[in-house]
């Protein structure tokens, strides 16, 4: 009933394309588009078909959306924050990693440039990486993203360009890690360096003086 209606329209319209089911010779279930043209043919109108198979698009489709599927899965759960901006510093995507990051709902986040959540010294900062994004560098960077409430978050940032279809820069985006734990400890250990030095010091004067007594 659906192909009699698919031909009937084709007929009326002069013109149809859809796409269709068929079934193999061994009942296998085949993807096609169909394209009908109207035409005569020995004086009576008819029907012209061609016949496209979509079976290896169809799979391709699909293995984009498992993949689409895995990567959303990905960035939902990692610890790690996911910014996506564009070639004005826009953001155009941010996961909940990232949101927790700034202190902020993804919503407010979206939308606003990155030197939003910058101070000056870490706005010229961000702006010599993102020329090396637009040179289509990747890289990997340390700067201090401003939480709301005035914090200042030390970040690791792991930073690419993408690009579009016609090969151009469309933006870029970057993994980004609060590594402010791994800073407390760097300051605990210089500290603790600090100290051992001092004491080594202070133990080598003691037994220079010591000597000369």
Known sequence: EAAAHHLDEALEKGFLRFEWMHLTSDGKPLPCEITLVRMMLRGRPAIFGNIHDLSELKKTEEALRESEQAMKTILSTTSDGFWMIDNEARTQAVNDAMARILG???????GRTVFEFLDEENTSLMREQLRRRAAGESGSYEIGLSRRGGDNVPCLFSATPFFGQDGRKVGSFAMVRDITER????????????KAEAATRAKSDFLANMSHE
């Open 104 to 110: 902020r709902p993804a919503e407010e986040i979206k």
């Open 183 to 194: 800073k407390r400890m760097e300051q605990e250990l210089l500290q603790a360096k600090e």
